[in-house]
């Protein structure tokens, strides 16, 4: 412990930062290195004084209302995951959307949205759309890399599209009241969805072989899968209309639509214990990955605060004379490239805190702004070399395969989110609109 | 050898009880939110000329709150134990397995100082509140012993199973199996992964 406060003294703030990056990239867990660098700046700025703080800082944290929400939509979507709808959702899909040049990969892409509706969460998206349209490339011969990179990128719109797990604890750690992102959410994770079908529309419109052979669809079959698309809209209503409808906090939304999920598994005949085990491992599983995670970043973001970090950071930029435009074409950058390597969660839970009170004195808005941050995490999770959900696709595919293929694939996705991004620059008000229109 | 394994089984075994424990307890407290949501909802509106009666759970969401405390650290070492806690493996997919084996102890090793530490002040509010007699600021008054106790002794459970993980990991280190410690201390493999997060579908297919 002395060597290590000598340590930080010794140079600061470099030394902190090569220790973090040291500790990082020596894969300790996230948790840890953050709890320990709190503890550290704390030893070495505080003397130690703010460590008292730390059992009642967490206990408040844990028992937080707001952060309920959290466990209770992945509850809801491993429930949902279960209750057998993806397959005959995605079939439904498919008979709407497969005409167009570019086939089943435009139902990849909105199925994904749909599931994204259901769950907060885009590994699970991706997992779930992936395995059930993975046996499609073989049987109607589409290119697969571009094929395998659509659902990457639909997966990634789970963080977008309300409920999302991901604006619930940027709306934690920012203050920025939850109802609104998840309004602000719904725009622009539409259009984004529309800027992937546009891009395979072209890729199909320049290389036709790449679409693979249509399947032939009746009106008379889509009109009679319209049914498989009600459970997960009348989901999607259901908890949004409660929150909107000025009848539920996002929390109570998350457990209406827990036991909307309980009633549609035991309407598909799917409630069973075995299945409620395995949907209860899950659930305690990632919201024990997220909680003890936020739980750090919390307390270091309290102590960042009593050293005064982020003050700091906002004279330094301020010495730069860059313009509020410029400071955000370099925040862009910067997380794109830091995408290409970090965890997202884990890069939204350290980078948040520091950046988001010099995004909010700059003038931007903060509702706006976490939205930004959503659509370039979803740059992140399909970036190389770490991008969750392009392992996430490599692993669903059971021929085997070169990694290098998805990753591929994701690119011209990833273009599209690049152009999503400067088009909220550009107009905030894609963002923005239905925010102001409610509150 | 086969000791520490007996051990290490066990408290999988217990995790995942808690897992399954942890899930219960926020599906009956979703039945409990939502049954506060609807009865505060109803009072007033009449059905078929029948005024409905309004009922509350009083202090739902704050008992809410408890049970999500308790839930998720019991829920700490199964997500442990799942290798589920995230780590950064860009660098570490890189290395050699036996380099990997010593930076999974020494992950371990900082987890567990660090937990220790937050167990420890945890261990200060929970004596404190028995020591106060504290109770909740809310009308319920709730004595906060009791949920601390949970949450503290959840904590507590995380703090053993990280210190014993480590353990039995270091002594598979320097006995020379280091396969042993990829399975119990390992960052999960892109398979393992996508097994767990698909489990759910594979499960509706059959």
């Known amino acids: 412990m002395k060597a290590l406060i000598a340590f930080f003294k010794a140079g600061s703030p470099w030394s902190i930062i090569i220790a973090l990056l040291v500790l990082v990239l020596a894969a300790v867990p996230v948790a840890a290195v953050l709890g320990l660098l709190s503890l550290g700046l704390d030893q070495v700025y505080m003397r130690g004084r703010l460590i008292r703080a730390m059992g009642e800082n967490t206990w408040e944290q844990q028992k937080n209302f707001l952060l309920i929400a959290i466990p209770m939509f992945i509850l809801m979507g491993e429930i949902i995951l279960r209750a057998g709808i993806a397959k005959r959702m995605y079939d439904a899909v498919a008979g709407w959307l497969s005409w167009l040049p570019g086939g089943l990969m435009h139902a990849n892409i909105a199925s994904c949205a749909i599931f994204a509706a259901t769950s907060g969460s885009s590994v699970a998206t991706a997992a779930t759309i992936g395995t059930v349209a993975y046996p499609e490339i073989e049987k109607r011969k589409y290119n697969e890399s571009l094929f395998l990179g659509s659902i990457a990128a639909g997966g990634t719109l789970g963080i977008l599209i309300p409920p999302s797990i991901n604006l619930i604890l940027y709306g934690f750690i920012t203050d920025t009241s939850v109802p609104e992102l998840f309004l602000a959410g719904f725009i622009p994770g539409f259009l984004l969805s529309a800027l992937f079908l546009l891009i395979i529309l072209i890729a199909c419109l320049i290389r036709p072989e790449w679409g693979g052979e249509r399947p032939t669809v009746t009106w008379g079959d889509r009109l009679r899968s319209l049914p498989d698309l009600i459970p997960p809209l009348l989901l999607v209503?259901?908890?949004?209309?409660?929150?909107?409808?000025?009848?539920?906090?996002?929390?109570?939304?998350?457990?209406?639509?827990?036991?909307?999920?309980?009633?549609?598994?035991?309407?598909?005949?799917?409630?069973?214990?075995?299945?409620?085990?395995?949907?209860?491992?899950?659930?305690?599983?990632?919201?024990?990955?997220?909680?003890?995670?936020?739980?750090?970043?919390?307390?270091?973001?309290?102590?960042?605060?009593?050293?005064?970090?982020?003050?700091?950071?906002?004279?330094?930029?301020?010495?730069l004379g860059w313009s509020p435009l410029q400071t955000m074409i370099a925040l862009v950058i910067f997380y794109l490239i830091l995408g290409m390597f970090m965890e997202t969660l884990s890069m939204m839970l350290t980078t948040v805190p520091v950046v988001f009170p010099l995004v909010v004195g700059m003038g931007y808005d903060p509702v706006w702004f976490g939205i930004l941050v959503i659509v370039l995490m979803e740059a992140a999770l399909i970036t190389p070399p770490i991008g969750v959900n392009l392992y996430v696709v490599q692993g669903i595919r059971t021929q085997g395969g070169r990694f290098n293929d998805v990753a591929k694939g994701a690119l011209p996705f990833v273009l599209m989110m690049i152009v999503m991004v400067v088009l909220l620059i550009a107009f905030p008000d894609i963002a923005l609109f239905l925010p102001q229109q409610f509150f | 050898m086969d000791f520490l394994d007996r051990i290490y089984r066990s408290l999988e075994r217990i995790s995942l009880f808690a897992a399954w424990m942890g899930g219960l307890s926020m599906l009956l407290a979703a039945v409990m939110i939502v049954i506060e949501v609807?009865?505060?909802?109803?009072?007033?509106?009449?059905?078929?000329?029948?005024?409905?009666?309004?009922?509350?759970?009083?202090?739902?969401?704050?008992?809410?709150?408890?049970?999500?405390?308790?839930?998720?650290?019991?829920?700490?070492?199964?997500?442990?134990?799942?290798?589920?806690?995230?780590?950064?493996?860009?660098?570490?997919?890189?290395f050699p397995l036996k380099v990997r084996a010593v930076l999974d102890v020494i992950g371990l090793a900082l987890l567990g100082f660090y937990i220790t530490i937050l167990t420890e002040r945890a261990w200060v509010v929970l004596l404190g509140s028995l020591e106060k007699g504290s109770r909740a600021a809310t009308p319920q008054q709730t004595p906060l012993w009791f949920p601390q106790t949970v949450w503290v002794t959840g904590l507590t459970f995380f703090t053993i199973v990280t210190l014993f993980v480590c353990f039995y990991?270091?002594?598979?280190?320097?006995?020379?199996?280091?396969?042993?410690?990829?399975?119990?201390?390992?960052?999960?493999?892109?398979?393992?992964?996508?097994?767990?997060?698909?489990?759910?579908?594979?499960?509706?297919?059959?």
């Open chain 2, 38 to 94: 609807v009865g505060r909802k109803i009072g007033g509106l009449e059905l078929f000329g029948v005024a409905l009666p309004s009922f509350r759970v009083p202090g739902s969401d704050e008992y809410a709150g408890y049970v999500f405390a308790g839930a998720t650290t019991w829920a700490y070492a199964y997500c442990l134990i799942h290798r589920s806690h995230i780590r950064i493996d860009a660098l570490y997919n890189l």
């Open chain 2, 169 to 206: 990991a270091l002594i598979c280190l320097v006995t020379g199996r280091t396969g042993q410690v990829q399975q119990i201390a390992g960052t999960m493999s892109v398979q393992e992964e996508v097994a767990s997060e698909t489990k759910g579908v594979l499960e509706m297919k059959k």
């Open chain 1, 237 to 319: 209503f259901g908890v949004m209309g409660s929150i909107y409808g000025g009848i539920a906090t996002p929390t109570e939304a998350a457990a209406v639509g827990v036991l909307f999920s309980m009633l549609l598994a035991m309407w598909t005949r799917r409630l069973s214990i075995e299945m409620l085990k395995g949907a209860f491992e899950s659930t305690m599983r990632i919201t024990a990955m997220i909680m003890l995670i936020i739980l750090a970043a919390v307390f270091l973001n309290f102590i960042l605060g009593f050293i005064g970090v982020t003050q700091s950071l906002i004279g330094f930029i301020g010495e």
